[in-house]
């Protein structure tokens, strides 16, 4: 039950924190509503890919230890973001994708890059493990 809650709020509010705090810095404290835009757009914008993210992450947690399956999910979310950008995009504007928007895509990645990673740390089932494996009484 704590994997859809870290992932589908904790994770997008991380993204929009992280982007108002960028945004701020850039266009400083004169425009504030610019800055709720750019935090909410974020906010739904990353839904889909932790989404996504959380859904790879709780399959993963059956196999793989807590440290790998952070980083996996770090790069799962950030593919997933490059992804996004790119085809929304492609599907508003060209067929062809410009080195700009690359980089916009690279810097959208980067920024789900950090809070995907931290929220498969915190949905960490480590209790429900330790209730699995009972000692073999004689």
Do not use: Q
């Amino acid at each position: 039950m704590k994997r859809p809650v870290v992932f589908l709020l904790l994770g997008p509010s991380l993204v929009a924190l992280a982007v108002s705090m960028v945004a701020a810095a850039i266009v400083g404290r004169i425009d504030d509503s610019f800055i709720a835009v750019c935090a909410m757009v974020s906010f739904l914008l990353t839904l889909p890919v932790s989404t996504i993210t959380g859904l790879v992450d709780g399959y993963l947690a059956r196999g793989l230890p807590p440290l790998l399956r952070a980083f996996l999910a770090a790069a799962i979310g950030m593919m997933g973001a490059i992804g996004l950008v790119l085809a929304l995009f492609k599907m508003m504007f060209s067929p062809t994708v410009p080195p700009e928007v690359m980089n916009g895509a690279l810097c959208a990645g980067f920024f789900l890059l950090l809070p995907m990673g931290v929220c498969s740390l915190l949905s960490n089932d480590i209790d429900r493990r330790r209730h699995l494996i009972e000692p073999a009484c004689a």
